[in-house]
């Protein structure tokens, strides 16, 4: 089993930035990806970006290069740094951490509101 715990959403203005930080425990696999997911209001669930060593990193096709992760294998962590956010990005993000097959941990979500 594993438990993930998110921290440091909030809110800011449009154009801000934010970090999002989430710390697992129990076992893990690095070869796993580990991520961020998020749900907006009225929206479904949407992948924000994951990373893993055999997949690297991937990104929602909104990002546009204004998000990054990383992961920290040994502290097993993983953060998002989070810039030039627009109100469309308001939203719960969750931390995720994926087995196959379709198993997932999901963190208790951290909100995260831009105001314009």
């Known amino acids: 089993q594993v438990q993930l715990v998110e921290s440091g959403g909030g809110l800011v203005q449009a154009g801000g930035s934010l970090r999002l930080s989430c710390i697992a425990s129990?076992?893990?696999?690095?070869?796993?990806?580990m991520g961020w997911y998020r749900q907006g209001p009225g929206k479904p669930r949407e992948l924000v970006a994951t990373?893993?060593?055999?997949?690297?990193?991937k990104y929602g096709d909104f990002v546009r290069g204004r998000f990054a992760i990383s992961r920290d294998y040994d502290k097993k962590t993983v953060s998002l740094q989070m810039n030039s956010l627009a109100p469309d990005d308001t939203a719960v993000y969750y931390c995720?951490?994926?087995?196959?097959?379709?198993?997932?941990?999901w963190g208790q979500g951290t909100q995260v509101t831009v105001s314009s």
């Open positions: 995720n951490y994926h087995l196959p097959v379709d198993v997932n941990f």
């Open positions: 129990g076992r893990m696999f690095d070869f796993r990806p």
């Open positions: 990373v893993s060593t055999i997949d690297g990193t």
